[in-house]
């Protein structure tokens, strides 16, 4: 049996090593830098395609941004998918004074970002990416960016006084997450990536406070068709993690797909060379299509 931090790191250089892949076009959606989206157009002049909303990963850290994702957003469009990678402010690269780890996320502004993003799409995909048809929207995202598309789809049922609520359930053909941080207790349980969870939400006495508006497995049911695709050798982000999460959905009466990969680890699901990552592909088209 191949040793798991090998394997993880095997797979993690893989990922790392494809080159960047510009965008056909990008639209800022706030006046901040990382207020960004990029745009990758269907391969092959194809029009009126599903659009899928891209959330990279990263543990909230500022070091991570959506660069690392864009192979995965070039490999989705040769499929024939408009997508939208969205960039947001994430974590500064001060450590925390308790530890090592540069900090996970920003509180609010991670969620106003999601928030103001996915709130945007709709308009600027009419301007700037005439290809896609954003009435067929499924949301993705990888790790950390695994539960702000879990979150994305669950703003409908964010605690009354939210400033992210919104009185309908969002117009989305459905999410699929991929090896989410999906359960923040079994991910602080855990420890999962240094402590992230709790960094983002911040100190002790905000956490339980603060969870009801974040955590995915706070925020159901939620109505809209999720799948969750999880590697079971995944190291980073356990998938025990995402068992959690589909526990908790089906306690709240819900039903959420979980695909669970043998001998595939946490980077496999958005590497293009990799065969999970085909895997990938085709449970979001099942869904926007």
């Given at each position: ?255 959420v797909g979980l695909t669970l990969l043998e001998d595939v680890g946490h980077f496999p699901l958005i590497d293009p060379a990799a065969d999970a990552c ?12």
């Amino acid at each position: 049996m191949p040793d798991p931090a090998a394997r993880d790191a095997a797979e993690s250089d893989s990922l790392f090593s494809h080159p960047v892949v510009a965008p056909d076009a990008s639209a800022a959606y706030g006046e901040h830098p990382d207020q960004v989206v990029d745009f990758y157009a269907p391969r092959g002049g194809l029009v009126d395609v599903p659009l899928v909303v891209m959330l990279h990963g990263g543990a909230w850290r500022a070091r991570y941004d959506r660069q690392h994702v864009t192979p995965f957003a070039e490999f989705l469009a040769r499929r024939g998918l408009a997508v939208a990678n969205v960039e947001y402010r994430r974590g500064s690269e001060i450590p925390q004074q308790r530890g090592s780890e540069p900090v996970a996320g920003r509180w609010p502004e991670t969620f106003d970002d999601v928030a103001a993003a996915m709130d945007a799409l709709p308009g600027l995909v009419k301007d700037v990416l005439p290809q896609a048809d954003a009435r067929r929207t499924v949301v993705t995202g990888h790790s950390a960016g695994g539960q702000l598309a879990l979150w994305a789809a669950a703003r409908h049922v964010l605690p009354a006084g939210s400033p992210w609520r919104l009185a309908a359930p969002p117009t989305l053909r459905g999410v699929v997450a991929l090896a989410p941080i999906a359960d923040f207790a079994k991910a602080v349980e855990l420890d999962v990536c240094g402590g992230a969870v709790t960094q983002l939400l911040g100190s002790e006495a905000e956490f339980d406070g603060r969870s009801a508006y974040a955590d995915p497995a706070a925020l159901l049911p939620t109505g809209i068709a999720t799948t969750v695709v999880q590697g079971r050798t995944d190291i980073v982000v356990p998938y025990a993690v995402s068992e959690a999460y589909v526990d908790a959905a089906a306690k709240a009466g819900e039903t959420v797909g979980l695909t669970l990969l043998e001998d595939v680890g946490h980077f496999p699901l958005i590497d293009p060379a990799a065969d999970a990552c085909a895997v990938v592909a085709e449970e979001i088209a099942q869904l926007a299509w």
